[in-house]
């Protein structure tokens, strides 16, 4: 049984379209990320929502917007796809804990790829 | 200068050889160390995750840790042909929740 999965895992569209892609994860954990992965296998942070809140936003264009509708799900919603959005998406996810010396790791989906032609 | 730098490779070694992996960052603050291994076409798997400084050992890897140089390492021993993929290292500061990655080290083992 997948713990983080993603859907769809390739998506090839045409530039100017919009796209969703769907993250669930069957771990229990309460935060949730998307990361970008470049052509160069460069690994960053766009979002991260802890218990259906925002609390990492990095300097991702307004043409992204994440959305929680619980703690198991983490969408992304992209408007007016670039071609410098050509990229694999990765979700991923986590426990928080109280105490931040045992915080825990982040487990990764296997990414979905992006082609915009 | 990136945060976090780490050479792309590629690394090509063979088979039965200790394999040394290394990254450098640069903020003091980093307290949470990973290394985390992609095979083609699959997400980051994490390996190894050390809080701090110090050495942690799980089978054939070993991650060190050296915060007064901000030097972060994995050694494969009796490295396997199973073993080839993408290394990636990765820290953050308190929380672990904003993960600074490497560029990934790509190594082949070589049967």
């Known amino acids: 049984d997948t713990a983080v999965s993603q859907t769809p895992k390739y998506l090839v569209t045409q530039m100017g379209n919009d796209k969703s892609i769907k993250c669930e994860q069957n771990?229990?954990?309460?935060?949730m990320y998307w990361y970008k992965q470049d052509s160069k296998k460069f690994l960053k942070i766009m979002f991260s929502y802890n218990n259906k809140e925002l609390i990492i936003n990095e300097t991702v264009p307004n043409r992204f917007s994440p959305k929680s509708p619980d703690k198991a799900h983490l969408n992304l919603h992209i408007n007016s796809l670039e071609l410098g959005d050509s990229a694999v998406y990765f979700c991923a996810s986590s426990q928080s804990r109280p105490d931040p010396r045992s915080s825990q790791p982040q487990h990764f989906g296997d990414g979905t790829r992006l082609s915009i032609l | 200068q990136k945060e976090v730098e780490q050479d792309p490779g590629p690394l090509s070694v063979p088979e039965g050889a200790i394999v040394s992996l290394n990254c450098t960052y640069s903020n003091s603050a980093f307290q949470y160390f990973m290394w985390y291994r992609q095979y083609s076409r699959k997400g980051p798997e994490l390996l190894m995750y050390?809080?701090?400084?110090g050495n942690k050992e799980d089978g054939r890897f070993t991650a060190q840790v050296d915060k007064s140089s901000k030097y972060i390492s994995l050694f494969i021993r009796d490295s396997q042909p199973s073993d080839s993929a993408t290394y990636l290292c990765?820290?953050?500061?308190?929380?672990?929740?904003?993960?600074?990655f490497g560029q990934g080290t790509r190594l082949t083992i070589n049967p």
């Open positions: 771990l229990g954990h309460d935060t």
């Open positions: 050390t809080y701090s400084s």
């Open positions: 990765a820290t953050s500061g308190q929380g672990a929740q904003k993960l600074v």
